[in-house]
């Protein structure tokens, strides 16, 4: 069901929030517009400044560490998923890095999600739920268990 051009549809799309350009040939696509439509459509876009995956990647990633939604390999895999490429990703997460650390933001998840949360008096099973819940968000073993050793003290 399509309404008016590809390009307009892009701008609706894009009004709406930032998009990675796969994610947008991929919503176009869904839309039933053509492959040579879309294409013009993008390019267009691109050259106007209205879609940048640069842009896109870092607003994406601050976000995520800001929100704790992830960090390290959890967030190069949600940045691929969105048709972000690899080059781009992997300068986003190099920039980012000097700006966060992994051990502040492991601090700052666990006072937000599980504040009072005292290591030395948690049974395992307390224990494993946490580890498993901060390694799915992306931070390494490592830093989780430096983190519980600090929350022991």
């Known amino acids: 069901m399509q309404r008016g051009t590809a390009f307009d549809c892009c701008l609706r ?3 709406l929030r930032d998009h990675s350009e796969g994610e947008l040939r991929k919503k176009l696509s869904a839309k039933g517009y053509q492959e040579p439509e879309i294409e013009a459509s993008v390019a267009r876009v691109k050259e106007l400044g209205y879609l ?6 870092r607003s994406y ?3 995520a560490l800001r929100n704790g939604k992830g960090v390290g390999p959890r967030l ?8 972000v490429a690899g080059a781009i990703v992997n300068q986003v997460l190099d920039e980012l890095a000097q700006e966060y650390s992994e051990a502040g933001l492991l601090a ?3 006072e937000r999600r599980y504040p009072g949360f005292d290591a030395a008096t948690a049974s395992d099973k307390e224990k494993r739920r946490i580890v498993g819940y901060l390694q799915r968000k992306g931070f390494s073993l490592s830093a989780i268990f430096r983190e519980l050793k600090a929350h022991e003290d």
């Open 13 to 15: 799309i894009l009004t």
């Open 52 to 57: 940048d995956d640069l842009r896109f990647a």
């Open 76 to 83: 190069k895999l949600e940045l691929s998923r969105r048709g």
């Open 61 to 63: 990633a601050s976000s």
């Open 108 to 110: 700052q998840l666990m």
